[in-house]
């Protein structure tokens, strides 16, 4: 398996963490409420034409999936914001609710992850994961399937328009049968060298007692045959023992110690348990990361090769808000010609996670990467 030496790991590192920089990020969207269980982001970030930026995620208030999503507001609506520019405030250009979402005679019971993109054709496309009815579990697990529930899928939306994917064909383009991986969520995309177009994801047992990545190949908006894997990232030995969800994977600048070869970073999602553990009283306090909490975690391949990542966080998570749970997942990254931006939901005093931004100039990343 391909490795770096150990200082080109520190400089990945370092560059990661002037990315993802806790106290110096700035809060960009508010959820709707101050207080646990209420968030904004899974989603991520991109330039249009006119030089704006346009991100997309999705607004969630305190629920709990255990007792049922039927009646409450959990996965609330997804929405797309503009800022004229980097200074800008981010505004709603785009709102679409779970009645908005359903493919045929399946509802949306809570809407999860996002991912937009401009295509080079020039139309809109976004990739959306919701909890569904109408779907069930396999036969002989079906006892398994709480009350309330639903099964995630990932389903598919493209207009000519930001405004025009209000009311456009939604297509359902990922599912699994499979109870080892029956939930897939949290799509994002990854652009390799060769202009073919990768989807990751996230999924979970029938049992939700784990969280895994997963990948396929996009071509015109449908999956490649026989392309979709669904466990390419194992979950770790340490701190991301039970889940490890891949939420970016960004081509690093082929400079300095790295201009002779191709470095991928892979932000992903971490914690220990699905639920939040009692910890023993005299134990060392630190956060664990659980559902809803996870922890930051980073790793890299080499030459686009995801079946051979190298982890950078083995023992501890690497991105860790000083504030509340310690929460800090989802991490969007975009380059531009200016520099790069690093956006993902952070924990804060009152529990809330709002999604934050950092920006890192191109010449303090070529710094780093000297």
């Not at 398996?1 to 370092?14: I, K, N, S, V």
């Not at 990751?200 to 908006?221: E, I, K, Q």
Request: glycine residues 10%; aromatic residues 10%.
């Amino acid at each position: 398996m391909p490795h770096l030496t150990p200082a080109d790991e520190a400089a990945l590192t370092r560059l990661a963490e002037a990315l993802v920089n806790q106290q110096g990020a700035r809060l960009i969207v508010a959820p709707q409420k101050n207080g646990t269980g209420f968030w904004f982001g899974g989603g991520n970030m991109v330039r249009s034409s006119d030089g704006s930026l346009l991100l997309v995620g999705r607004y969630r208030n305190a629920g709990d999936s255990r007792n049922g999503a039927d009646d409450d507001e959990r996965g609330l609506k997804l929405a797309v914001l503009r800022a004229r520019d980097v200074d800008g405030p981010f505004e709603i250009i785009l709102s679409l609710e779970k009645v908005d979402l359903g493919v045929g005679n399946r509802s949306v019971l809570s809407i999860e992850g996002t991912a937009l993109q401009f295509t080079p054709q020039g139309t809109v496309e976004l990739y959306v994961s919701s909890e569904k009815t109408g779907i069930g579990y396999p036969e002989s697990f079906e006892e398994f399937l709480k009350p309330g529930t639903g099964v995630w899928t990932i389903d598919r939306i493209q207009a000519g328009s930001i405004d025009g994917l209000r009311g456009a064909p939604i297509h359902t383009i990922l599912e699994s049968r499979d109870p080892q991986f029956i939930h897939v969520k949290d799509p994002f995309l990854y652009k390799r060298t060769s202009g073919e177009l990768i989807l990751f994801f996230c999924s979970h047992p029938y049992s939700w007692t784990s969280s895994n990545t997963g990948h396929a190949v996009l071509r015109d908006g449908e999956l490649v045959p026989g392309s979709t894997v669904y466990d390419f990232f194992p979950r770790g030995f340490t701190w991301d023992v039970a889940m490890s969800r891949a939420t970016c994977a960004w081509d690093i600048p082929q400079l300095g110690r790295f201009r002779d070869r191709r470095v991928t970073l892979q932000f992903y999602d971490g914690g220990e348990s699905i639920r939040n553990l009692q910890e023993h009283s005299a134990a060392m306090k630190r956060p664990r990361g659980y559902s809803c909490e996870e922890l930051g975690g980073l790793a890299y391949v080499v030459d686009g090769d995801f079946r051979n990542g190298q982890r950078l966080s083995k023992y501890r998570p690497l991105f860790v808000s000083p504030w509340g749970t310690g929460c800090s997942r989802y991490v969007d990254i975009l380059t531009t010609d200016d520099g790069v931006f690093a956006t993902w939901q952070q924990s804060q005093p009152d529990q809330s996670q709002p999604l934050v931004m950092n920006f890192v100039s191109t010449d303090e990343v070529n710094r780093l990467l000297e």
